[in-house]
Structure formats: C-alpha cells, structure tokens
C-alpha cells in the first residue's frame, strides 16, 4: 500500500533554517505529484507547495522566497528547504499525494518556530 513517513520537523528560532523529507513507497514515485501541506491549530490545512513528476514547482504566497520543494527519484523522496522561517510558519507538515483518486497521508511532522 501507498505510505508516507516524513521527517526533519523540529524548534527552530526565527529566520533559521529546516529542511523536511517525505519517503514514498507502494507508488511508482517518480511518475506522481507530490506535495507539502501544512496544518496549524485551530486553521484549515493548506497547500504550501507541490511538484510534479516533470520537476514543475508550485508555492503558496507566503512561502515564495523562502522555501524550495525539491525530489530525488531515486530515493523515494520529496523534500522541503524551509529558510528564513517565521512565528506563523508553526504547524503539522504533511506530505501528500494522490493515487487512483485517493488522498494519500503521512502521519505529519511538526515544526515550531518560536524564540
């Protein structure tokens, strides 16, 4: 079956760096969308970027800049270089893709931006 295990979340101070890492199996990875979204509490889970299996990129508004979605096909894995990180980028990251029409989840990894 498809899984998800991210990794690399953590308490960072404001304007330091993190870097979060998604490992797919039981996809064909490299021919798949894959995506970072984010959940803070008491706020609706959004999209903060994705990629396509092409290399395409797609970023929310508020990460432009600053963060960088990336994957390396032969490992199975999907990145997130979060750089200059503020207070409001605290939340639940979660990898995402889709696979015969179903959303697929990992179990999340947090990061806390906090001084």
């Known amino acids: 079956q498809v899984q998800l295990v991210e990794s690399g979340g953590g308490l960072v101070q404001p304007g330091g760096s993190l870097r979060l890492s998604c490992v797919a199996s039981?996809?064909?990875?490299?021919?798949?969308?894959m995506g970072w979204y984010r959940q803070a509490p008491g706020k609706q889970r959004e999209l903060v970027a994705d990629i396509t299996s092409g290399g395409s990129t797609k970023y929310t508004d508020s990460v432009k800049g600053r963060f960088t979605i990336s994957r390396d096909n032969a490992k199975n894995t999907v990145y997130l270089q979060m750089n200059s990180l503020e207070p409001e980028d605290t939340a639940v990251y979660l990898c995402?893709?889709?696979?015969?029409?179903?959303?697929?989840w990992g179990q999340g990894t947090q990061v806390t931006v906090s001084s």
């Open positions: 039981g996809i064909i990875f490299s021919g798949f969308k």
């Open positions: 995402n893709t889709v696979f015969l029409t179903r959303n697929y």
